[in-house]
């Protein structure tokens, strides 16, 4: 099918296998450290505040990891960094098993997660368009790697729920680490050939970032749509941080409906990426990322005034499908626009606005809700979202005119 014409290659196909098992692993992990800090504390706040350390390695280290990626092979770094993240999730199981979990320790270990994601997650972002031999297939390829991960944000926490209800938060943790297994298996299955470097390992690392951030400079739309990703993960993405807290106070709900709410978001999510999967070449993404941002703050508008549970899941579900029809339209345009040589570089600026900007933004929401409750936070996310469509909107258009003046 037409759909998943990026799997016929063997080493996007192996990719696709061991990231669609661990990601399961991954989100059960996820819903069960937010459920276990916030029955530990019942604090918003420090939900916001565990979710900031785990995030805030993306967005001091992200442009000078950046630069590493760019002179090394990211096959490598990648299995490298598999082999830590499942030593962490061991690390993590055990302190759980022993009794020992509390913020500190969920901090410390959540950080160390941080840095290894920070390399990870460039590298892997950079590594893709050497699994798909044909660049008019990338697109195909990232939004099918944006659906494997929403797919498993579905059914993962749905999972998770169940075995928290069971099991505990331990059977969540221990499942994560048995999940890195497969990764690891395809992994060392590929046959990947890399573009080799194209300057000196002698550079430095500010070198790069310098050379980098000159780039971006020059490229006015690239950077339009970095700063369009720090201000949706600054106030409008963090809304997933407070899920626990919209199931636990607004709908009085259990970590079953917890997991309602995760799965209900990694759908939505999911539904975004399939569609993203059917784009035709020659589409105009900006504009795509302008109507998505613009539905993403209309949903958590109508989030906010939902006075049921099944409105406020369909609500929550259209927020997540508008995300990642933004994110992944500013993730295609810049695998496909950036050149090789600085692919990397800009990519850790993307991981940075989006993954290092985030947890600021769950500790700045995680405060706000903290004063003015979860409704009024959730309305004021929602209005800032559409305000930053409409900017964007303004910014195109000038962009437009300015083109036209010009020619004429």
């Given at each position: 099918?037409?759909?998943?014409?990026?799997?016929?290659?063997?080493?996007?196909?192996?990719?696709?296998?061991?990231?669609?098992?661990?990601?399961?692993?991954?989100?059960?992990?996820?819903?069960?450290?937010?459920?276990?800090?916030?029955?530990?504390?019942?604090?918003?706040?420090?939900?916001?505040?565990?979710?900031?350390?785990?995030?805030?390695?993306?967005?001091?280290?992200?442009?000078?990891?950046?630069?590493?990626?760019?002179?090394?092979?990211?096959?490598?770094?990648?299995?490298?960094?598999?082999?830590?993240?499942?030593?962490?999730?061991?690390?993590?199981?055990?302190?759980?098993?022993?009794?020992?979990?509390?913020?500190?320790?969920?901090?410390?270990?959540?950080?160390?997660?941080?840095?290894?994601?920070?390399?990870?997650?460039?590298?892997?972002?950079?590594?893709?368009?050497?699994?798909?031999?044909?660049?008019?297939?990338?697109?195909?390829?990232?939004?099918?790697?944006?659906?494997?991960?929403?797919?498993?944000?579905?059914?993962?926490?749905?999972?998770?729920?169940?075995?928290?209800?069971?099991?505990?938060?331990?059977?969540?943790?221990?499942?994560?680490?048995?999940?890195?297994?497969?990764?690891?298996?395809?992994?060392?299955?590929?046959?990947?050939?890399?573009?080799?470097?194209?300057?000196?390992?002698?550079?430095?690392?500010?070198?790069?970032?310098?050379?980098?951030?000159?780039?971006?400079?020059?490229?006015?739309?690239?950077?339009?749509?970095?700063?369009?990703?720090?201000?949706?993960?600054?106030?409008?993405?963090?809304?997933?941080?407070?899920?626990?807290?919209?199931?636990?106070?607004?709908?009085?709900?259990?970590?079953?409906?917890?997991?309602?709410?995760?799965?209900?978001?990694?759908?939505?999510?999911?539904?975004?990426?399939?569609?993203?999967?059917?784009?035709?070449?020659?589409?105009?993404?900006?504009?795509?990322?302008?109507?998505?941002?613009?539905?993403?703050?209309?949903?958590?508008?109508?989030?906010?005034?939902?006075?049921?549970?099944?409105?406020?899941?369909?609500?929550?579900?259209?927020?997540?499908?508008?995300?990642?029809?933004q994110n992944s339209s500013i993730n295609t345009y810049i695998q496909t626009h950036?050149?090789?040589?600085?692919?990397?570089?800009?990519?850790?600026?993307?991981?940075?606005?989006?993954?290092?900007?985030?947890?600021?933004?769950?500790?700045?929401?995680?405060?706000?809700?903290?004063?003015?409750?979860?409704?009024?936070?959730?309305?004021?996310?929602?209005?800032?979202?559409?305000?930053?469509?409409?900017?964007?909107?303004?910014?195109?258009?000038?962009?437009?005119?300015?083109?036209?003046?010009?020619?004429?």
């Amino acid at each position: 099918m037409e759909l998943f014409r990026s799997l016929q290659y063997p080493n996007f196909r192996l990719h696709t296998i061991g990231q669609s098992i661990s990601l399961l692993g991954t989100w059960m992990q996820r819903i069960a450290i937010s459920w276990l800090v916030y029955r530990l504390t019942d604090s918003v706040f420090l939900l916001g505040f565990v979710s900031f350390i785990s995030l805030l390695p993306s967005l001091v280290l992200s442009p000078f990891i950046g630069s590493v990626v760019d002179r090394r092979s990211k096959y490598r770094l990648v299995v490298m960094t598999q082999i830590l993240l499942m030593l962490q999730a061991g690390v993590l199981s055990l302190v759980v098993y022993l009794g020992w979990a509390s913020v500190l320790w969920l901090c410390v270990l959540g950080f160390a997660q941080g840095v290894i994601n920070a390399f990870d997650v460039v590298a892997r972002q950079a590594l893709l368009v050497s699994l798909v031999d044909h660049k008019k297939d990338l697109p195909n390829a990232i939004a099918l790697n944006s659906s494997v991960f929403n797919a498993a944000r579905m059914v993962g926490p749905a999972i998770g729920g169940v075995l928290l209800s069971l099991y505990g938060e331990q059977a969540c943790f221990m499942i994560n680490f048995l999940s890195f297994v497969p990764v690891l298996m395809t992994l060392s299955m590929m046959k990947v050939v890399e573009i080799a470097p194209v300057y000196s390992r002698d550079s430095s690392n500010w070198q790069g970032l310098v050379d980098g951030f000159n780039y971006l400079k020059r490229s006015p739309h690239i950077a339009s749509l970095i700063i369009i990703m720090t201000c949706s993960s600054l106030f409008v993405i963090p809304y997933t941080s407070l899920l626990p807290a919209v199931a636990k106070d607004l709908f009085h709900g259990d970590e079953t409906i917890f997991s309602w709410f995760e799965s209900i978001a990694g759908f939505g999510a999911m539904i975004g990426a399939i569609n993203m999967a059917r784009l035709k070449s020659g589409e105009n993404l900006r504009y795509r990322v302008m109507f998505s941002a613009f539905m993403m703050g209309a949903s958590l508008l109508l989030l906010a005034y939902a006075h049921y549970l099944p409105s406020a899941l369909f609500f929550t579900g259209a927020v997540s499908f508008a995300m990642m029809m933004q994110n992944s339209s500013i993730n295609t345009y810049i695998q496909t626009h950036a050149v090789t040589a600085y692919r990397a570089r800009i990519m850790s600026y993307y991981v940075m606005a989006f993954q290092g900007i985030f947890p600021i933004g769950s500790l700045l929401i995680g405060g706000v809700a903290d004063s003015i409750g979860i409704k009024n936070t959730l309305y004021m996310m929602g209005a800032t979202g559409a305000l930053i469509a409409v900017c964007y909107y303004t910014y195109l258009r000038f962009r437009i005119q300015r083109r036209l003046f010009k020619f004429k």
